[in-house]
């Protein structure tokens, strides 16, 4: 069966950087792609970005910018996702999908890591 | 940046339909996917394409889409239907993925 099984909960410091994976099994890694999507404690969800696990070509949100990288490693079927100059503001559960790319779907998510900043 | 809108809040007793309405500008030509999420866990999709259901899901939730509106369709609402529920569209003119702001859906 699918499954995206991702890393532990993070405490960070305002300025710092968090890199949260993203473990697939059940399915050929490179058939589909991985997007992140974040939720804020209370408030909703935040589509962040997407990465071709087949090419690693990637599509970042507007938002996000210059702050984001996402990269896989198909060798062990992980995504990661790095967040840099973290702000207070970016304190949030941090979710994998896996992506349809014939309908463009999340059919299957991780189980979220939630990173909190704080000084 | 396109935006999908949805009630904050619907409410049903037991037993009768939920309607779950998202609105964007000629949303109809978009496809639509929605997504059950209960608190403390990972949204699940519960309707792609606007109305295909994937395995698993009942037969309940159905969705449809025409115009500026897409509707997820809950019906015989259970007690364990309560969740927020979130719509999703890919806007082309962004290259970007978008979801709706949540519905709570309240099982009275």
């Known amino acids: 069966q699918v499954q995206l099984v991702q890393s532990g909960a993070e405490v960070k410091k305002p300025g710092a950087s968090v890199k949260v994976s993203c473990k697939a099994s059940g399915y050929t890694f490179t058939s589909y792609g991985i997007s992140w999507v974040r939720q804020a404690p209370g408030q909703g969800l935040e589509w962040m970005g997407w990465?071709?696990?087949?090419?690693?070509?990637?599509n970042y949100a507007q938002k996000l910018q210059g702050r984001v990288t996402m990269t896989t490693d198909t060798s062990t079927s992980t995504a990661y996702m790095e967040l840099r100059s973290l702000r207070s503001d970016d304190t949030a559960v941090y979710y994998c999908a896996r992506v349809d790319d014939s309908s463009g779907c999340f059919d299957y998510w991780g189980q979220g890591t939630l990173v909190t900043v704080s000084s | 940046s396109y935006v999908l809108t949805q009630p904050p809040s619907v409410s049903v007793a037991p037993g009768q339909t939920a309607r779950i309405t998202c609105g964007g500008n000629n949303i109809g030509s978009k496809s639509v996917h929605w997504y059950q999420q209960k608190p403390g866990q990972a949204p699940v999709l519960v309707v792609y394409?606007?109305?295909d259901r994937p395995s698993g899901i009942p037969e309940r939730f159905s969705g449809s889409n025409s115009g500026n509106t897409a509707t997820l369709t809950i019906s015989r609402v259970e007690a364990g239907d309560e969740a927020d529920y979130y719509c999703?569209?890919?806007?082309?003119?962004?290259?970007?993925?978008?979801f709706g702001g949540g519905t709570k859906l309240t099982v009275l």
């Open positions: 394409d606007d109305s």
């Open positions: 990465i071709s696990a087949y090419n690693g070509n990637t």
């Open positions: 999703q569209v890919w806007d082309s003119s962004s290259d970007q993925w978008v």
